[in-house]
């Protein structure tokens, strides 16, 4: 392909975007410089929640266990002096797999309705836990006081122009493992799950063992974003397990479109975006949230990007 | 629509600071919501009167207030705080209740070189081992009044065996830690130690077990604030003990802010305090007036804080003539200030921390409402106050 | 022994409590398969509504048909007017409740701000009554008789009454209800109109011990989490005695084991859904 066809079709807009994110941080200021690092680990996270629903069909509403798990798992290790980003991603990932295999053998033989509960269920033990165990987590004041990790070749990641760039490049490479993922042989079965179990068991596919894998998957990516987001605050706390989150995590993918390959991030650019500016309007900015979702949800529920999709058709 | 709101604010919100006759910006933070909600506005309220009192002017550079909602949660405060410095471009940071959120922002509010005036917060590390030239406090370290309490308790109320309740969160473990030293130190024995969580719905289960210490200990010490306090003294009335086992606690438990909902639960009950409505000075008549007029409802010891925090503030400012863009300057003149507060005289210690008098001070019953009174005075506690024994 | 007394009485009203919310909470899960998510919003603004109207009135029975009136209101909207067109669509649905919570739990805000309150208590129940060489309050018995009784009226109503058949079904076997042709819609709304009123009714009750302040919508919706995973979704009989087992749990692990209170809180649920997923009373999902 000549680099002047990649600027056209299918990749105009992606193409656009990256452009504008790369010039990004010479427009403008650090404090939206740090909004869009904010949406590029909501992004890594929203997508590992869409492996779930939008390709799987399992609606998990405790999504933000996985985060919240790698998300002190990185707090322990920095506070302890871990300083290299690699070790602490990889164990973050490792945690947050091994929750959902761990989650996933107790929630995957429930079906929808009774699925959303386990899982919710489940993210609130976790809460609990880090609420509780104050001799281990400080409880609800959090562990702070984290730094910025150190990733080798020299680059100081403490300024946020350069955690800009870093998170830009993470983001982008879990963008391509998760392309690489849901269009291989593999992601085309969870799809055929999604749209019928029935149909799949009898094709002869061991169905619950594909749900569980794509389950694990689910985790260790959210760990990557739980990871990366306390790295970006210097701060976890059991807010990381909130079910306002996890709820969150689903409301960018109605918004942005799940099933999508950026669906998600849109949905998550949306949503952190909307809770930030609104925020600085006005004091109501909870309710103009609250009317702004339900009225999405009502008009938008297959969600915004695929109602441009269909518009462009 | 949100692609246009965005580029809107990123229009106006990238404005810089001109030159020095421009406004001066202070950056505020508080609750508005949850526990510490009705704090968060009294805190407010404080600090918006005295900038009122000085028409919003210092040194001929008007003074602009904003204020942003930390919703008690330290993740939410450092996300506002870096709007605060980042987007808004303030001067000086000021407010933080909670002791969690004050935690979170230390590291930030540090490396980016504001100075953050804790108006509430009595996180004790900040003004010792977590110490910086950036961070003041004008309100109380956890711990401070608790220290006079604890030997007051031993020294002049006879006490000798206490049971201790308190929040679980840091600010009620440091503040047990203070009136235990002093209490510990003078002879006395703390028998037992409890501590419910924050938000804790019923302290049914906790005060059954109080029952079998009646007769056994001279007092319960306690600490809760905000909507804990409420159910907890309106609790310990219900199950009997308020007349077999008296209440000795930290000023949030009996606050002006909680007495509308505790009334007869909370009469009699004495407290320390570093501010009590009911002090009979010039300052704080005028000062509770002047509340009462502006905001029609009584002030307690968040108002004043915040109060006095802004007059800190403001009376560095006049005496470096508005010129805060010279850090050094005005951060050596803020170390200097003095003044005569509503509480009394206040000024700060060498870890920036503020020095007042502690309160003895009881819940009376006045024309049918609920007021603290003054019953004793503990004069020039800071937050390494010891009793000579 | 006193001890043990007012603990076991302790529990009880807090299980009475429990049961208000979980009751409403388990019967619209059970039936619509919606995870109500603004269940304790019902309870937050019945709980101001009805603060307001006993400043007004000092009347404690007003202020609770007031409230109650107001709150099922709200649920009957809710569902007929934004849930109902996403039937079988349970995410959703969700994500709708979610964003009720947040419209519900901003303008209480507005309006009340956001200091904590107590409800004043009914002026009958102000006391306390000895039992034995114990001083306990005359309110949390009224509690414990209120949520006897409620819990009695509900067990009238599901075994002895047409429409409580007809839930019991739905729960049972959605399918057959559909088919058999009565108006489901109709049963949607009278059941998320029930399930708002009982939780309304927990406000109101609630509201003197507990109180009424920002926040407590999410902690009696974990509650009633707790509660309904325990017990069994979809059976008021698994709520009532989830209720007992969490709100007497609750209460003997605070009173004996403080340091581990909410772990005592967490520790059964976490047990349930490893060994039982739908609880000691729901059913098994296949």
Redesign the interface.
């Given at each position: 392909m000549k680099v002047a066809e990649i600027f056209k079709g299918p990749f105009l807009l992606p193409s656009f975007f990256a452009v504008l994110t790369i010039l990004f941080p010479f427009l403008?200021?650090?404090?939206?410089v740090?909004l869009v690092i904010q949406i590029f680990i909501m992004a890594i996270f929203a997508m590992s929640l869409d492996i779930l629903v939008g390709h799987t069909g399992l609606p998990s509403m405790g999504h933000a266990a996985y985060y919240g798990v790698a998300g002190y798992a990185t707090g322990f290790l920095c506070l302890a002096g871990v300083k290299n980003f690699w070790l602490v991603v990889v164990l973050g990932m490792g945690l947050g797999g091994l929750t959902a295999a761990f989650f996933g053998l107790l929630a995957i033989r429930a079906r929808g309705p009774y699925f959303m509960l386990i899982t919710l269920a489940l993210s609130q033990v976790l809460w609990g836990i880090a609420?509780?165990w104050?001799s281990v987590t400080?409880?609800?004041?959090?562990l702070?006081?984290i730094g910025r990790p150190e990733i080798g070749m020299g680059i100081d990641l403490k300024p946020d122009l350069y955690f800009y760039y870093f998170t830009f490049a993470i983001f982008l490479i879990v963008l391509v493992a998760l392309f690489i993922l849901l269009n291989s042989p593999f992601g085309y079965t969870l799809r055929g799950i999604r749209e019928s179990e029935s149909r799949m068991k009898a094709l002869g596919y061991n169905v619950w063992l594909y749900k569980y894998v794509g389950f694990i998957f689910a985790g260790i990516f959210a760990g990557i974003s739980g990871a990366l987001w306390v790295y970006y605050?210097?701060?976890v706390?059991p807010?990381n397990f909130g079910v306002d989150l996890s709820v969150k995590a689903l409301l960018m993918l109605i918004l942005g479109g799940s099933g999508s390959l950026f669906g998600p991030s849109i949905g998550a650019g949306?949503i952190v975006?909307?809770e930030?500016?609104?925020?600085?309007?006005t004091?109501r900015w909870s309710l103009v949230l609250g009317i702004v979702y339900v009225t999405v949800i009502m008009l938008f529920s297959e969600g915004i990007f695929s109602v441009f999709k269909r518009g462009r058709n | 629509m949100?692609m246009s709101?965005?580029l809107f604010?990123?229009a106006f919100?990238?404005r810089g600071i001109a030159e020095a006759a421009e406004p001066i910006k202070i950056g505020y933070l508080a609750?508005?919501?949850?526990?510490f909600?009705?704090f968060?506005?009294d805190l407010r309220d404080g600090f918006k009167l005295y900038l009122e009192e000085i028409g919003n002017k210092v040194a001929g550079r008007q003074i602009i207030f904003i204020d942003e909602?930390t919703e008690g949660?330290?993740?939410v405060g450092?996300?506002k705080t870096?709007?605060l410095v980042?987007?808004d471009h303030v001067q000086i940071l000021a407010g933080i209740i909670s002791?969690?959120v004050a935690?979170?922002v230390?590291?930030?509010v540090i490396a980016s070189k504001v100075p953050l005036v804790i108006t509430n917060a009595g996180a004790t590390k900040l003004t010792q081992e977590q110490r910086s030239p950036f961070i003041f406090r004008t309100s109380f370290a956890n711990c401070q009044q608790d220290l006079a309490g604890g030997w007051y308790a031993y020294a002049k109320m006879g006490a000798r065996k206490v049971i201790m309740m308190g929040s679980?969160?840091?600010a009620g473990h440091e503040k047990a830690a203070g009136f235990k030293k002093t209490f510990k130190f003078m002879g006395g024995e703390v028998v037992e130690e409890?501590?419910?969580?924050?938000?804790t719905?019923?302290f049914?289960?906790?005060l059954?077990?109080v029952?079998?210490y009646v007769g056994k200990v001279d007092r319960t010490w306690a600490f809760f604030a905000?909507?804990d306090a409420?159910?907890f003294v309106?609790?310990y009335q219900?199950?009997?003990l308020k007349e077999k086992l008296k209440l000795f606690c930290e000023e949030g438990v009996t606050d002006e802010?909680n007495l509308p909902?505790q009334k007869e639960a909370a009469l009699g009950v004495e407290s320390y305090a570093r501010y009590c409505i009911g002090h009979d000075s010039s300052e704080n008549k005028r000062f509770v007036r002047e509340y009462r007029k502006k905001y029609n409802y009584d002030p307690g010891s968040l108002s004043e804080g915040g109060y006095v925090g802004a007059k800190f503030i403001v009376k560095a400012l006049e005496a470096v003539k508005g010129k805060i863009e010279n850090q050094e300057a005005f951060l050596k003149a803020l170390r200097s200030v003095k003044f005569e507060a509503p509480r009394g005289p206040v000024r700060f210690d060498e870890h920036q921390n503020v020095i007042f008098n502690t309160f003895i001070q009881r819940v009376e019953k006045k024309d049918g409402k609920y007021n603290n009174i003054v019953v004793d005075m503990i004069p020039d506690v800071d937050q390494y106050w010891m009793p000579k024994k | 022994m006193?001890?043990w007394i007012?603990?076991i009485l302790?529990?009880l009203?807090?299980s009475m409590l429990l049961f208000l919310v979980a009751a409403g909470f388990t019967l619209i899960f059970g039936l619509m398969k919606i995870i109500n998510i603004a269940h304790g919003s019902f309870y937050l603004l019945s709980a101001y509504i009805g603060l307001t109207v006993l400043r007004a009135t000092e009347n404690f029975l007003l202020a609770t048909i007031a409230s109650s009136i107001a709150v099922v209101l709200v649920g009957i909207a809710m569902q007929s007017l934004f849930l109902r067109r996403f039937y079988m669509k349970e995410l959703q649905q969700v994500l709708l409740t979610f964003g009720f919570v947040l419209i519900i739990a901003d303008l209480c805000?507005w309006i009340w701000?956001?200091?904590?309150?107590?409800l004043p208590k009914p002026s009958l129940f102000r006391g306390?009554i000895w039992i034995g060489s114990?001083?306990?309050?005359s309110?949390?018995l009224f509690v414990i008789l209120v949520g006897v009784i409620i819990a009695v009226g509900l067990w009238i109503f599901q075994e002895k009454t047409k429409f409580g058949a007809i839930v019991r079904a739905g729960v049972d076997d959605e399918e057959m209800l559909r088919g058999s042709g009565i108006n489901i819609q109709m049963v949607f709304v009278g059941v998320f109109g029930l399930g708002a009123l009982l939780a309304g009714i927990g406000g109101m009750i609630?509201g003197p011990?507990?109180?009424v302040?920002?926040?407590v919508d999410i902690?009696m919706l974990l509650l009633a989490l707790v509660v309904v995973i325990i017990g069994g979704v979809g059976s008021l009989r698994g709520a009532f005695v989830g209720s007992l087992f969490v709100g007497l749990t609750?209460?003997?692990?605070?009173?004996l084991f403080?340091?581990l209170?909410?772990f005592t809180l967490f520790a059964p649920m976490a047990i349930i859904l490893a060994i039982r997923p739908t609880g000691i009373f729901g059913k098994i999902e296949e």
């Open positions: 403008f200021s650090n404090y939206y740090g609420f509780k104050r400080k409880g609800d004041d959090g702070p006081g605050s210097g701060f706390n807010s949306i975006l909307l930030n500016l609104v925020s600085g309007f004091e | 949100i709101m965005f604010s990123l919100g990238n609750p508005y919501v949850g526990v909600a009705k968060g506005s909602d949660k330290p993740e450092l996300v870096k709007k980042e987007k002791s969690g935690y979170a230390r590291d930030y679980d969160y840091a409890t501590y419910p969580p924050l938000g719905n019923d049914a289960p906790y059954a077990k029952a079998n905000g909507s409420i159910r309106n609790q219900e199950y009997g802010a909902s | 006193a001890f007012i603990q302790n529990g009203s807090f805000l701000g956001g200091n904590p309150m107590a306390s114990v001083v306990f309050p309110y949390r609630g011990f507990v109180g302040f920002p926040g902690s609750d209460n003997f692990g605070k009173a403080p340091e209170s909410l």
